[in-house]
C-alpha cells in the first residue's frame, strides 16, 4: 500500500504579515521541517504545496508545487484542486494531507487513520477530530476524490470543511489537542513551547 503525504505551505501568512509560515524558525528549525520529520517516517512519498520560497522548498522535497493559475489564492482548496491533476499523487492509495504549521503532528497518525480506514472500507476521506476541535486541514484522503474539488471551487465554495462533507467524510479522534497545535500570529508562535 503506497501512503502519499502533501504538506499544504501555500499560504499568505496575512496574520504573520506576510511571512512564509512554513519557514519560520520554531525551536531552532523551520516549521516544516518539523512536520516532515514527524510525518516522513509515516508515509513512502511528500509533495509540498507552496506559492513562494519554491528552492526552499524545494531543498526538503523534490514534489514541489504552486498552485494553477486559475486557483491563485483560494486557500487550500486551491491546492486540492492543483493536486488533483498530480500524476504522481494519483499513484498513492492514500493520501495523507497536513498543514505546514503544526509541529507536533502524532507519529502514529497515518496508523490511526488507517486503523479506521480499515474499518470502513467504503469511506474515502477521513479528518481530525480532537475534544476542542475538529482539524479539517489534516485528512487522509483517497487521491481520486481530488477531482471533486475542481466543480466545488468553482461553484464559489471554499471551505475545506464543505467539501469534506460532501466527501461524507469521518471524523478520528484524537485524545490531544495538543499535538494539533498550530499559529497563525507571531505571539502564539512565541508562546508555543
Not at 59 to 79: E, I, T
Not at 163 to 177: G, K
Not at 185 to 191: A, D, K, N, Y
Request: include cysteine; aromatic fraction near 8%; glycine fraction near 8%.
Amino acid at each position: 500500500m503506497k501512503i502519499y503525504a502533501l504538506i499544504l505551505a501555500g499560504g499568505q501568512g496575512k496574520r504573520m504579515g506576510g511571512m512564509d509560515k512554513g519557514l519560520l524558525a520554531w525551536q531552532g528549525k523551520p516549521l516544516i521541517d518539523h512536520v516532515i520529520g514527524r510525518i516522513g517516517p509515516q508515509v513512502d512519498h511528500i509533495a509540498i504545496s507552496a506559492n513562494r520560497n519554491l528552492e526552499d522548498y524545494a531543498a526538503r522535497s523534490p514534489h514541489v508545487f504552486a498552485d494553477s493559475r486559475q486557483w491563485q489564492q483560494l486557500g487550500p482548496l486551491a491546492a486540492l484542486c492543483t493536486a488533483a491533476n498530480d500524476l504522481q499523487l494519483a499513484k498513492a492509495d492514500w493520501l495523507l494531507i497536513v498543514s505546514c504549521d503544526m509541529p507536533r503532528l502524532p507519529q502514529d497518525l497515518v496508523a490511526r487513520f488507517l486503523d479506521v480506514a480499515r474499518r470502513t472500507p467504503l469511506c474515502n476521506a477521513f479528518y481530525v477530530e480532537t475534544p476542542v476541535r475538529q482539524q479539517y486541514s489534516i485528512m487522509f484522503i483517497r487521491p481520486q476524490i481530488l477531482q471533486s474539488a475542481v466543480p466545488y471551487l468553482y461553484a464559489g465554495m471554499r471551505t475545506l470543511r464543505g467539501w469534506l462533507q460532501q466527501q461524507r467524510a469521518r471524523v478520528v479522534h484524537f485524545e490531544s489537542d495538543a499535538d494539533f497545535t498550530n499559529y497563525n500570529t507571531p505571539e502564539e508562535l512565541r508562546g508555543l513551547g
